[in-house]
C-alpha cells in the first residue's frame, strides 16, 4: 500500500505498476466539475458521437471502434441515453454539426509537469489560441514534445467492488490493479478493454467507467502551490468547449490540502 493510502496489484510478469497516478481521484474531481456543468459536459459528448458517426465508419457500434469508444466514455459521464440516440441519428442523417478534427496538443504546467490536451475542433486557429491563452494565464508553457510520456490503456472502474474482483483481474491478465477510496480501478492494454469489461460482465460485476486513457510512465511530485496551479489550469482547459480530455504527470497527493 502506497504512503496516500492507495493500494497497488501488478499484474502480469514485468509488467511495471502504474501506482502513483491515481486517476480515480481524478476522475472523482473532473466528475464534481462536470455535476456544475451539465449541459457542457454532455455537449462534448454529443459533438465526439457525431464525429466518431461521420469519419469512423457509420453508426454500427460493431465496425465502428471510434464509436464504441465515445459511448463508452458518455455512458460513462452518465448521458442520457435519448441524448446518445439522438446524436446519432442526426449524425446519420447529416443534420447540423461540421467537420471536427481530433487535434493533440502538448506542453507543460506548473511545476514542469507534462500535459496532453485532445481537442475536437472545426477551427484550429481557434482552438490553439484559446489552448495557448489557459496554458499561458496559470503558469505553463504550450510547446515541447510531452506524448512520450504517456501510454494509451484501457480504464475500468468499478465501485463497491464485490470479493475476489482483484483475483478475477488479474486472471484475465490485466495490467494493474488500484484499489482506493471503495472502488477498484483496472488498467489494461488498450486493445484487451472490452474484452476485460465483457468478461466482468459475464460475471455479473457493473463498470462505473470504461474508457481510454493516457497514462504517464512517471509522475511529477508537486508542492500544494503547485497543486493548487495544476488544478486551475486543467479546470480551465477542460471548461473549453473544443477540448475532450486533458492528461497530466502531476502527482496530486497534495490536492487534498487545497481548497
Request: aromatic share 4%; no cysteine; charged share 25%.
Amino acid at each position: 500500500m502506497s504512503s496516500d493510502g492507495r493500494e497497488h496489484h501488478a499484474a502480469g510478469e514485468g509488467n511495471t505498476p502504474l501506482a502513483g497516478h491515481s486517476k480515480w481521484a481524478q476522475i472523482k474531481r473532473k466528475k464534481a466539475v462536470n455535476d456544475r456543468q451539465r449541459g457542457k459536459v454532455i455537449s462534448k459528448h454529443i459533438r465526439a458521437i457525431q464525429s466518431a458517426v461521420r469519419t469512423g465508419g457509420g453508426g454500427d457500434v460493431g465496425a465502428n471502434l471510434q464509436l464504441k469508444n465515445a459511448l463508452a466514455a458518455a455512458k460513462s459521464d452518465n448521458v442520457p441515453i435519448d441524448n446518445i440516440d439522438r446524436a446519432i441519428e442526426r449524425a446519420l442523417g447529416g443534420a447540423e454539426g461540421g467537420s471536427f478534427e481530433e487535434v493533440l496538443y502538448e506542453g507543460y504546467g506548473p511545476g514542469g509537469v507534462a500535459m496532453l490536451v485532445e481537442a475536437l475542433t472545426d477551427n484550429k486557429n481557434r482552438t490553439v489560441a484559446e489552448v495557448r491563452h489557459a496554458f499561458s494565464k496559470h503558469g505553463g508553457n504550450l510547446s515541447g514534445s510531452t506524448a512520450w510520456q504517456f501510454d494509451t490503456k484501457g480504464l475500468i472502474v468499478v465501485e463497491d467492488p464485490p470479493e475476489g474482483i482483484e483475483d478475477l483481474a488479474i486472471d484475465l491478465g490485466v495490467d494493474d490493479i488500484e484499489v482506493e477510496d471503495g472502488a477498484v480501478s483496472i488498467y489494461t492494454e488498450a486493445a484487451s478493454l472490452y474484452a476485460v469489461v465483457d468478461s466482468l460482465q459475464g460475471e455479473g460485476i457493473q463498470t462505473t467507467v470504461t474508457q481510454l486513457t493516457r497514462v504517464p510512465q512517471t509522475m511529477t511530485p508537486l508542492s500544494e502551490d503547485e497543486s493548487r496551479k495544476v488544478i486551475n489550469l486543467m479546470e480551465t482547459l477542460e471548461d473549453l468547449d473544443d477540448v475532450q480530455n486533458v492528461y497530466s504527470t502531476a502527482d496530486l497527493e497534495n490536492a487534498a490540502l487545497v481548497g
